[in-house]
């Protein structure tokens, strides 16, 4: 009896060492695991380190012992019990009635059988310092990068302890544990790799509408009238005339509100998401400038300056457009600013404190602003001590600026999640080279009885300061940019932040013409260069709102 009993039970202890082998063995290389805190809600798969494994040893059991399976010759034909009746039934065969059957939770026949001693082999208990400790926050979704109810399918849920997936822990295969080298593993990206493939949500992107504004540039006066009711000629329009208004500039210009946007493409570098490669593209709209008056809006407009003529002692003057008994005549003003940039960055993490992430980026930058203004006026006489009656006067200057950044760029980087909401940040500083280039212009035609001549100087663009220049020097431009969303969509947020960025030393229209406005009409000059050709540099930057939407990883 002692011996068919222990034939009877040697393959359930046969099983029993089994399992109890590989527990013990899971048990002393979990202790040598190094479990590395997810980045950003991926898992990171255990190292084992060489060398320090325990052996286990397992007791064998005599061949003697083990119950042979009879050959299949040796098995009885296959009866089909269908084809019986009442009376073939014998006393060693009895139907078989399923009811009555309950369910066994298999947990607790695993805890059943752990309980039971074995002889030879030590009773298995997982020690508290052989199991992989996560930080409750981490398991409990430390950086949360999609929260919300209505966008569980795209969220990443926490990495699943040693022995879950083993062992009887649920799994659905709706949360990432990272890609092999050859795509996906089996228990990742949920079925949506594809072999090559690094991670399943590698891309993300932001489209962003921008309001800005620009912080201006302030122009000379370049149109002047009369408050006098009978006014002088000598003296109209003068900036030291106490009647003088101005009409056009002594303003800041290129600083009203403007709609732009601003593109931003990422994607993870690896597997982990601690590694991203950012690439930006932005503009700040067009603004423009423009003013427009003739003899019907005021009787007296001109031009003021400061006559440094050879010759001449300085003083101030004007050049006339419009006077009452003399010309009639127009004059318009145009201007345009541009301002737009873009960069490339590698974003590295460098801490997750408080449950947010912080990134630390490097790249490249750059960043263009361009300015443009013109000046045009016509006259024409009516009254020859103005110039021959019918005479056409026609006086134009231009100025045309360009400044581009290119550089490196340093920044930080972060981003928090509270269930829906989100709040992100960035700072960083561009240095490197800015490169300013100004094209000034100046013409006069005059008509007169047909007959056209042309000068190639006018009234601030003349040949001391005109032609093209350019120059570069060192130049920073820091940026800020605050950004709160609201996860509206699954795997979108809506987004509404504040933006701010600069350039330093940069040139403007302002900073092109002659600050005295001083002009020596000699031609050829022999005294005095002016207009001057110096050029005068100042902190340019744009800042406004933002709203877009964002697709989170």
């Known amino acids: 009896m002692t011996q068919e009993a222990f034939r009877r039970s040697s393959p359930r202890m046969l099983l029993l060492c089994g399992m109890l082998a590989m527990c013990h063995s ?5 202790g040598l695991v190094r ?7 991926s898992w990171t798969p255990p190292e084992i380190r060489p060398g320090e494994l325990q052996p286990v040893s397992v007791t064998s059991l005599e061949a003697s012992s083990v119950r042979q399976l009879p050959a299949q010759s040796d098995l009885p034909a296959p009866v089909n019990v ?8 014998d006393d060693s065969v009895r139907p078989v009635s399923h009811e009555g059957l309950q369910p066994v939770d298999h947990r607790q026949v ?3 059988l752990q309980a039971l001693p074995i002889e030879g082999i030590a009773s298995y208990q997982r020690s508290e310092e052989s199991v992989t400790q996560y930080p409750k926050d981490h398991v409990e979704g430390s950086v949360q990068q999609c929260s919300c109810q209505s966008c569980t399918a795209s969220s990443s849920r926490p990495a699943p302890l040693l022995g879950e997936v083993a062992g009887y822990g649920a799994f659905d295969g709706g949360f990432d544990v990272g890609c092999d080298a050859s795509g996906c593993d089996a228990m990742g990206c949920d079925g949506g790799c594809t072999t090559g493939r690094v991670d399943c949500d590698r891309w993300f992107g932001t489209v962003e509408l921008l309001l800005m504004w620009r912080s201006g540039d302030r122009l000379p006066a370049l149109v002047t009238t009369t408050t006098d009711a009978d006014p002088d000629a000598e003296t109209a329009g003068r900036l030291d005339d106490a009647g003088t208004v101005v009409l056009a500039g002594r303003e800041s210009v290129f600083k009203d509100l403007r709609a732009g946007g601003r593109f931003t493409l990422g994607t993870w570098l690896d597997a982990y998401k601690d590694r991203s490669l950012v690439a930006r593209g932005w503009f700040a709209g067009q603004e423009s400038h423009a003013f427009s008056a003739n003899q019907d809006s005021s009787s007296v407009l001109t031009r003021p300056f400061l006559n440094v003529t050879d010759g001449v002692t300085p003083a101030q003057d004007t050049q006339i457009i419009a006077f009452p008994d003399r010309a009639t005549g127009a004059i318009q003003i145009q201007g345009d600013s541009d301002v737009y940039g873009a960069d490339l960055s590698i974003r590295q993490l460098w801490a997750k404190p408080f449950g947010g992430t912080i990134d630390l980026l490097y790249g490249y930058q750059y960043m263009g602003m361009d300015e443009s203004l013109s000046i045009s006026s016509r006259s024409i006489s009516i009254d020859d001590d103005f110039a021959p009656v019918g005479a056409v006067i026609a006086v134009r200057d231009a100025f045309d600026i360009e400044n581009d950044f290119h550089g490196g760029q340093l920044g930080v980087a972060t981003h928090y999640r509270e269930g829906c909401w989100s709040f992100s940040s960035l700072a960083k500083i561009g240095f490197g080279s800015i490169q300013r280039k100004a094209t000034r212009t100046g013409n006069t035609l005059t008509s007169i009885d047909g007959n056209n001549a042309t000068n190639p100087n006018g009234l601030l663009v003349r040949s001391t ?9 060192f130049g920073w431009v820091p940026e800020l940019d605050f950004t709160l969303g609201w996860q509206r969509y699954p795997a979108f947020d809506v987004t509404v932040g504040y933006h701010v960025i600069a350039m330093t030393d940069a040139l ?4 092109a013409i002659d600050p005295s406005l001083a002009v020596n009409l000699a031609d050829p000059p022999t005294g005095a260069a002016r207009p001057s050709p110096q050029f005068r540099y100042d902190t340019f930057y744009v800042q406004g709102i933002h709203f877009g939407l964002s697709y989170i990883y």
């Open 26 to 30: 899971a048990a002393a290389v979990e």
């Open 35 to 41: 479990g590395k805190t997810p980045d950003r809600g």
């Open 82 to 89: 269908d084809d019986w009746e009442d009376g073939d039934w």
């Open 110 to 112: 695993d805890a059943e």
């Open 465 to 473: 300061n005109d032609g093209t220049i350019d120059d570069d020097t």
């Open 508 to 511: 403007q229209v302002s900073g």
